[in-house]
């Protein structure tokens, strides 16, 4: 029997090839046409403007806003084609006021520190934390401060006012948390209370709720509570 010879597929191979090379010389010319073209030049976005819309890394911007603009939870850039950039900020909540080396700053509720730029912030009447342990020699916005006593301050702080009935009873004018074992705050109408320990605050907080509900009061006529016993001491105001 003769050996059939099996002939090597030059034209097919060269088919291929050919084909291959002007479908990468179209995607390129493509991808060069969208890269250069004015029509997906950046209009009205601020810093991007005159920009290619493809050109905008948006990772590395949305870093940089984000370093920028601390006030600010999270920063979103998305494109919309064809030629604008959409800047999307979600603002910080701030849950109470803080004062570090003198300065003032908003804290939310995992502790990083933000000025308020104009937001609506400012319009809140936010409880003070005092005699924070500033372990932040240069305290400025962005920072986080990880001290428990103030985590755990800021947690009952925004347990409080989720709470819509306790939260108009008990508005809070002063968190004092110098002493962890002997926290107390102060409220609008000029009753202390005494909660004990910065770690059972929470704790501290269940009583309250119970309390304020069986006395039924906002406390105008309350002189100070202390809830550092097994049963709550209350005094009211002289008339």
């Known amino acids: 029997?003769?050996?059939?010879?099996?002939?090597?597929?030059?034209?097919?191979?060269?088919?291929?090839?050919?084909?291959?090379?002007?479908?990468?010389?179209?995607?390129?010319?493509?991808?060069?046409?969208?890269?250069?073209?004015?029509?997906?030049?950046?209009?009205?976005?601020?810093?991007?403007?005159?920009?290619?819309?493809?050109?905008?890394?948006?990772?590395?911007?949305?870093?940089?806003?984000?370093?920028?603009?601390?006030?600010?939870?999270?920063?979103?850039?998305?494109?919309?084609?064809?030629?604008?950039?959409?800047?999307?900020?979600?603002?910080?909540?701030?849950?109470?006021?803080?004062?570090?080396?003198?300065?003032?700053?908003?804290?939310?509720?995992?502790?990083?520190?933000?000025?308020a730029n104009g937001q609506e912030n400012d319009n809140l009447q936010l409880p003070l934390v005092i005699g924070i342990d500033s372990s932040i020699s240069h305290p400025r916005p962005g920072i986080r401060c990880n001290e428990k006593p103030l985590l755990s301050t800021l947690e009952f702080i925004n347990n409080l006012n989720r709470d819509s009935n306790l939260s108009q009873l008990v508005k809070i004018k002063e968190v004092n948390i110098k002493n962890i074992n002997d926290v107390y705050l102060l409220t609008t109408a000029g009753c202390k209370i005494n909660l004990g320990a910065v770690d059972s605050l929470n704790k501290r907080l269940s009583i309250l709720r119970r309390l304020v509900s069986e006395i039924n009061s906002d406390l105008d006529t309350v002189e100070y509570i202390d809830l550092r016993f097994r049963e709550p001491v209350l005094k009211y105001k002289l008339r």
């Open 1 to 115: 029997m003769k050996k059939r010879r099996l002939k090597f597929p030059y034209k097919i191979i060269s088919i291929s090839l050919l084909s291959s090379a002007f479908i990468l010389s179209l995607v390129f010319l493509f991808v060069h046409y969208l890269i250069t073209a004015e029509y997906f030049e950046v209009r009205d976005s601020g810093n991007f403007s005159g920009q290619n819309i493809f050109k905008v890394d948006l990772q590395k911007e949305t870093q940089i806003l984000s370093r920028q603009y601390p006030e600010y939870k999270r920063i979103y850039l998305r494109r919309l084609m064809p030629h604008r950039i959409i800047v999307d900020f979600e603002s910080r909540q701030a849950v109470a006021m803080v004062e570090l080396l003198s300065k003032s700053f908003y804290v939310d509720g995992e502790g990083v520190l933000f000025t």
